[in-house]
């Protein structure tokens, strides 16, 4: 069993990020607003990710900025994240966001190293081809899909320079320190979002309630899963790959189980569905092509 965790856990992680994310679209419907919904996301990962406190660690007073700093690229990320679920289809942001692991190995070569590899390019080909399946649209109904892949995009870059600064800082601190206290630091940054309310968090509907916190318990959930099996067993690399099948899963789970969610995209047809489908498959190549 514990030779199967590697592989059960990041897609346990991705499964749980799609029915986040339908959570999170379906919360939107109630006019909760991107502000309110950041807010209350970043306050529950914060809570959520204090689960890593027993990984132990050490606190460096000296340099919290650093945690400090990475809770800025936390924080635009999950902002524009959500703006890419609120104002677009799951379909199409979820494989964007696969962006992110192109976007890692980029940012670490350019800081690292010299220039970036054929093979880099031949994955950015391979995104853009993807990213313009996704594109296509052949109902007469307008979805946003050029704003949600910018929203979608820019929330993964700012997510790829996440990774990269953790990887960079954390090993000082420890798993049980570094991601605590960042997220602590989130939680706090998040206070911003206050003043740009529409209404307080008590004018929430009741029933968008069930459906907002679910959602943003699983996407925190989620990269509590991700985050602690890389830290456990290592291997990045292939439970990246795994993880990034969730631009499939989110297809699939619109075409199969969109109407519980009361999500709208089923009615884009067969066929453009079976594009996105196809964008993700690529998008998943071009990872695979970048961790091989």
Known sequence: ???????????????????????????????????????????????????????????????????????????????????????????????????????????????????????????????????????????????????????????????????????????AWGLGRFLPVMLAFTALFSLVFVPFFHAPLRAIPRAAWPWLLGGCAGIGLQSVIFVSTIAHFGNAARANVIYSSRGLWSVVAVWAIGHWFANKEQHLGVRVLRWRLAGAALMMAAIALVLG
């Open 1 to 171: 069993m514990s030779k199967l965790l590697p592989v059960l856990l990041p897609l346990l992680a991705a499964m749980v990020y799609v029915a986040g994310a339908l959570l999170v679209k379906r919360a939107s419907e109630f006019g909760v607003g991107i502000w309110r919904t950041a807010f209350l996301g970043n306050i529950i990962a914060a809570v959520i990710f204090s689960l890593l406190l027993p990984f132990g660690g050490t606190i460096h007073p000296e340099l919290l900025w650093q945690p400090a700093l990475v809770a800025v690229f936390f924080l635009l990320g999950q902002l524009l994240n959500f703006l890419a679920l609120q104002h677009g289809d799951v379909s199409v942001a979820t494989p964007v966001m696969g962006l992110k692991i192109i976007l890692v190995a980029v940012f670490t070569k350019l800081l690292l190293t010299s220039g970036v590899s054929p093979t880099l390019w031949g994955a950015a080909v391979l995104s853009s081809a993807a990213i313009a399946l996704l594109n296509r649209n052949e109902s007469v109904a307008h979805h946003h899909v050029g704003r949600t892949i910018l929203y979608a995009g820019s929330s993964a870059t700012m997510f790829a320079i996440f990774d990269v600064l953790v990887q960079k800082w954390s090993p």
